[in-house]
């Protein structure tokens, strides 16, 4: 098990962060349109499924599972979009993008990042997510 | 005040409530000097709640991935609440005064930690000045946050501070250029 890459965008659809671990074969395209292409994608998964629900329940969408690879995501509230790659088979990816999330919080959101001007510390946040998702059991 | 937001964030230290107390009142006395107009400075007190807010909410999500996606007011005032006001102003809080079809409630926050060891002179309120304004404006910048506009006003009422929220709309994520839903 294992796991490949990371996305982080903001409600408007911008790239905040991208990082990669064991991922072995690029798409090809510039960044800045593949990020595009992800959240795009995002965005569609998200309207087709309201269209097609069967009822009026408050629904999100999880995640998509190819025989290679299992594209989990996270929307909260406020709109930051987290989409994680991993293994079809890894376990306890909610939790992990929760976590992420957290870290997103604390280093972005935090005034002591904010004391600095308006940048985001890349680095830290860098070190901290790394630190998250290396230390997660379905990372191998 | 990002003093005491980092406190939040930290939360592995407390900041003593009469410290924060102390530098809220001595930061509304200098607002009052240099704008001289207590509406002025309620306007002031407003924005910087909401600035607070905004960044709030996103903290809020991260540490409370219980908390289910509201779908009314009453859900709206139940996380506020139960939820929100404990978590940040360490007090208790109770939703009221329902109108308009559940659009527009009052909370009561009991023992405002702002008004402690503070008396407001009266001729300030009646001029405009709402002194806990900012939590007023806290609530709008974090609902705002998470997609519901609404207008919040805050009212000194004795020991307790009322919150009147006045519920607007729901607002919808733009889209990126070129993109149509």
């Not at chain 1, 395209?29 to 795009?40: C, D, S, T």
Request: proline share 4%; aromatic share 10%.
């Amino acid at each position: 098990m294992t796991i490949f890459n990371i996305y982080i965008f903001d409600r408007e659809g911008q790239c905040l962060y991208y990082d990669e671990w064991f991922r072995t074969k690029q798409s090809g395209l510039p960044p800045i349109q593949e990020y595009q292409l992800v959240f795009g994608m995002m965005l569609s998964m998200k309207s087709f499924s309201e269209r097609l629900s069967t009822n009026d329940s408050n629904q999100t969408v999880n995640s998509f599972r190819t025989s290679a690879y299992k594209m989990n995501f996270l929307e909260s509230a406020t709109g930051v979009k987290i989409l994680l790659n991993s293994d079809p088979a890894a376990t306890g990816m909610p939790d992990l993008l929760q976590k992420i999330y957290q870290a997103w919080v604390e280093t972005v959101n935090s005034p002591v990042a904010n004391l600095l001007g308006e940048g985001i510390d890349h680095g830290f946040l860098q070190s901290k997510i790394r630190d998250v998702v290396t230390k997660h059991p379905a990372y191998v | 005040m990002s003093k005491n937001a980092k406190q939040n964030l930290a939360d592995s230290k407390k900041m003593s409530a009469e410290l924060f107390c102390l530098t809220y009142g001595s930061l509304v006395t200098e607002l009052l000097r240099d704008y001289e107009d207590p509406k002025e400075v309620t306007m002031q007190l407003d924005k910087m709640g909401f600035n607070m807010g905004t960044r709030l909410a996103d903290d809020f999500l991260a540490k409370n991935s219980n908390v289910p996606r509201c779908t009314d007011c009453r859900q709206i005032a139940e996380v506020l609440c139960k939820n929100a006001i404990p978590c940040y102003l360490g007090t208790t809080a109770n939703s009221s005064n329902w109108v308009g079809g559940d659009r527009e409630f009052t909370i009561v926050i009991e023992n405002n930690p702002l008004n402690e060891l503070v008396q407001v002179p009266p001729n300030l309120l009646a001029a405009g000045l709402s002194y806990s304004q900012v939590i007023a404006g806290a609530i709008r910048g974090a609902l705002e946050a998470v997609h519901f506009k609404v207008y919040a006003t805050a009212m000194e009422n004795g020991a307790n501070t009322e919150i009147r929220i006045r519920f607007d709309s729901v607002l919808k994520d733009n889209l990126p250029a070129g993109e149509d839903d």
